[in-house]
């Protein structure tokens, strides 16, 4: 059988990175099988519904690297790929599961449910329904269903184990006197997750289901759908959640679950699917740095481990950082088009790279790390003081002298930029670190820098001796 996994993501929002997380695993496990990928979008949460959410989608999965082979973008053999294109399918379905005594309709009204609710809560039990509907004379239920609003509801059977097969956790047991008669579909005709996810996974001929730990608790359900339709259910993988440093769950209230913060960050893809791989999955030959066709060669499903991964941005930022250097010149600067200031030319921009790329971990880092070689930075005299470690008189005695030594450089190369100032400095009296420290900051107003002697000569002689002269005169 042709190996067929899916993400089937709901539009209620720009993407989470956990979406991005279960997609690159179920992308990696079906081409490393040479199978399909699927993106199925499951919108019948109408009420939670966002416009734009679906193209956000399709662009994050791009942006990442990932190409579904079958979508509602991509087209395919076993669509429609959007759920509420497919609600004469559930319907049908449904229908099926009436017929044959698993299921029945529930004309509770919201108000009699919050009441159960209640009540079983007070006597502190499951706010479980209490199958009020459930022994409803079926042909009498099929009329009434004709005119008074109702949902579906699945039968679960009595004291019965229902087992799980995790890929990876193992066997997992079920009580099914500890599962509700969950609605499969609601009083607006649209299917709840339950009965869509499984009636789509079977018709799409999905092999394997990869998705969040969240849904562990759901599976009693769909197995026992599975049976009831008599289908043989896919193999089933239930991933840790993403979490933060702290243990927390990675919820979208925070801005880094967002796939567009990663974008925004000026983080490369690249980086980002080698570090969500690294979540879960040791490179067997205990490499850290890896592409796509790497993990596709490399990954091994059987041998994720599934405590809960971190999502650690000081090992993102150490692993973008060295995904940038391994990229040439030209590639940075392709890939820094989004991130480069309107003020910064290309041609400035080719000669920054050498000395910055060794110094940036994100893309938008950029305009930070060079904006003194374009701009005219204004220069905190009291940091310069500081950082002189010298009387006010004596330093603009100092920078005078790196003015006039400047000023006499004829040939202008880094090599005698170096030499001359270093000669000055030694002649100063003032120690290393404030002696150049006090050009860096009259020149740049930062307190790091590419090497000061290649910014110096970048920024050209005209350029440094008009600065050292408005840095002089604000001394006072």
Known sequence: ????????????????????????????????????????????????????????????????????????????????????????????HAKELIDAGHAYYCFCSPERLDSVRKEKQAAGLPPMYDRHCRNLDPKEAASRAETEPHVIRMKIPDNETIILNDIVRGEISFDSNTVDDQVIVKSDGFPTYHLAVVVDDHLMEITHVVRGEEWISSSPKHILLYRYFDWQPPQFLHTPLLRNPDKSKLSKRHGHASVKWYQEQGYLPEAVVNFLASRIWNHPDEQEIYNMDELIQKFDINNIHIMSPIVDLKKLDWINGLWIRSLSDSE?????????????????????????????????ELEGLTSFFFREPEVDSAVLLKEAKTETASLKTYLETVKRTLTNNSEWTIESIEAALRQVQQESGLKPRPAFMSIRLALTDSLATPPLFDVIHLLGKETCINRLDRTIASLT
């Open 1 to 92: 059988m042709t190996t067929r996994t899916r993400i089937a993501p709901s539009p209620t929002g720009f993407p989470h990175v956990g979406t991005i997380f279960q997609a690159l695993l179920d992308y990696v496990y079906a081409k490393q099988n040479q199978g399909q990928f699927i993106v199925r979008i499951e919108d019948t949460d109408r009420g939670r519904f966002v416009e734009g959410a679906e193209e956000a989608i399709f662009s994050s999965l791009e942006w990442i690297g990932i190409k579904p082979d079958e979508s509602v973008v991509h087209g395919g053999n076993y669509g429609p790929y959007r759920q509420s294109e497919r609600l004469d399918i559930y319907h049908q």
């Open 332 to 364: 940075l600067i392709n890939r820094l088009k989004p991130f480069k200031p309107e003020d910064l030319s290309d041609e400035l921009l080719s000669q920054i790279i050498p000395l910055i790329k060794e110094r940036l971990v994100t893309l938008a």
